[in-house]
């Protein structure tokens, strides 16, 4: 007999409103998707048995009343755990490999002239989350992004920083194993080009 499985995935139909919200919320909170609904699912099976289904209803819906509009999401989410739950292939993290440079003008010892640098990484995220890392020197550029995925869709969302100077704040749509490449100018010489490949994990 094969042992039981450690971990199972379940499917959860969301308006596409309500899942966005969900994710926008979580985020803020430092928290992934799945931590918010295996918590929620948690706090329903500690709950006694007790109490009928028309009960609980009830005491969640009147919960709903009393929450502000951008709580609804995480709400709507517990509503839907008992009645709407098949199995299904869950969205795994998402593997996002970087590639690209950031050239800026400088000038030294009266002389002009530009600094080239260089960055190629692959960093693991989940929606939602954000994500930043900063290439090194004296006055480093920093690069915060955030993963957003809509149906079979990607939105990549960046903001780029040379030292205190804001670069550009780029948005681009992608999907799974579509390379997508990012270029922004400045009249002073500065530039920015990145290449970005999503895959699943």
Not at 45 to 65: F, H, N, Q, V, Y
Not at 149 to 165: A, H, N, P, R, S
Not at 177 to 184: L, W
Request: hydrophobic content about 35%.
């Amino acid at each position: 007999m094969k042992p039981p499985k450690k971990s199972e995935t379940l499917e959860i139909r969301l308006s596409h409103p309500d899942k966005t919200a969900l994710q926008i919320k979580a985020s803020h909170e430092g928290r992934t998707v799945s931590d918010v609904v295996r918590g929620l699912i948690s706090v329903y099976i500690a709950e006694p048995d007790t109490r009928s289904t028309s009960t609980k209803l009830t005491e969640l819906l009147m919960t709903l009343k009393s929450k502000p509009k951008s709580a609804l999401a995480t709400a709507a989410a517990c509503v839907a755990l008992p009645f709407a739950i098949v199995p299904f292939a869950a969205a795994e993290p998402i593997a996002l490999k970087l590639d690209g440079e950031y050239i800026e003008p400088v000038v030294e010892n009266g002389t002009e002239g530009t600094r080239t640098r260089r960055f190629d990484t692959e960093i693991h995220v989940e929606t939602g989350d954000s994500y930043e890392f900063i290439v090194g020197g004296s006055d480093p550029f920093s690069l915060t992004l955030s993963v957003t995925e809509v149906g079979d869709e990607l939105l990549i969302d960046m903001k780029i920083y040379g030292g205190e100077d804001f670069i550009g704040h780029p948005k681009v749509k992608t999907q799974i194993n579509t390379p997508v490449r990012i270029e922004i100018g400045h009249d002073d010489g500065q530039t920015f080009t990145m290449n970005a490949l999503p895959t699943r994990q």
